[in-house]
C-alpha cells in the first residue's frame, strides 16, 4: 500500500482470518519521497523477473516510465525500467497485472492498460522481449471505461477445469457498480457477472 505522503507498506499473509495484522513499513528508495508522493500514477504488482518465487511491485510515473520493484521485509531491492518514459505512456491512467495470455504459463504476468480516453489494452511480457505485443480489448469513447477502479486475480473456478488459464477482471464502475470479467485475456473481455448494483 503507498500512503497519501508517499510511504509504503507491505502487508504479510493477508487472509479472511488473518486480516491486516502484519505490518512492515517500506520507505520509498533513499531520497525519493517526494518523487513518490507526487509522480506516481499507478501502482501494482506481478511477476516481472525470473528469479525467485516472489511478485514485483510495478509503478507507472508521469513521465510515462514504467519500473519494477523486488521487495523484501527490509525494504525495496533490485529495481528494473520495464518501459523508458514515454510521451505515449503519459496518457495511461491506470496498470495492473495477471496472467492474461490464455497459455497456462503463470510464470510470468502480463499488464492491462487502461489510457484516458476508455482504451483498455493487454501487453504480453517476457523477460527476453519485456513489454510487447499490444492488444486491445476495449475502444476509446467509453466514459464508463475512464474511471473506477481495477484489480485483476483469480477469482473464480471454471467448471470442469482443475485450474483457470486466465485471470479475472475486477472492475468498479464510477457509478458505483462492481463487476467482475471471467477468463479475461489479451483476446477480449471475459463474461461479466454483476457483483453489486449502481448507487442509487
Do not use: C
Not at 495477471?98 to 489510457?115: E, F, I, N, Y
Amino acid at each position: 500500500m503507498r500512503w497519501r505522503g508517499g510511504a509504503a507498506s507491505l502487508f504479510k499473509n493477508v487472509t479472511v482470518g488473518h486480516k491486516l495484522t502484519e505490518e512492515i513499513q517500506i520507505a520509498p528508495p533513499a531520497g525519493d519521497e517526494k518523487v513518490w508522493h507526487n509522480n506516481v500514477v499507478s501502482i501494482t504488482s506481478g511477476k516481472f523477473h525470473k528469479d525467485g518465487g516472489l511478485d514485483d511491485l510495478v509503478v507507472l510515473w508521469t513521465d510515462g516510465e514504467v519500473t519494477r520493484y523486488e521487495l523484501t521485509a527490509a525494504g525495496f531491492g533490485k529495481q528494473g525500467q520495464l518501459r523508458a518514459p514515454d510521451k505515449k505512456w503519459r496518457a495511461t491512467r491506470t496498470v495492473v497485472a495477471g496472467h492474461l495470455d490464455g497459455t497456462g504459463d503463470k510464470a510470468m504476468s502480463d499488464l492491462m492498460v487502461r489510457w484516458n480516453d476508455g482504451r483498455v489494452s493487454v501487453y504480453d511480457y517476457s523477460v527476453e522481449k519485456g513489454l510487447h505485443s499490444e492488444s486491445f480489448i476495449r475502444p476509446a469513447g467509453d466514459h464508463e471505461w475512464e474511471g473506477g477502479l481495477m484489480a485483476i486475480g483469480n477469482y473464480h473456478q471454471a467448471e470442469g477445469k482443475p485450474t483457470n488459464l486466465r485471470d479475472d477482471l475486477l472492475l468498479r464502475w464510477p457509478n458505483g457498480g462492481l463487476s467482475l470479467f471471467q477468463d479475461t485475456s489479451s483476446k477480449g473481455l471475459g463474461r461479466e457477472v454483476k457483483l453489486s448494483k449502481p448507487r442509487p
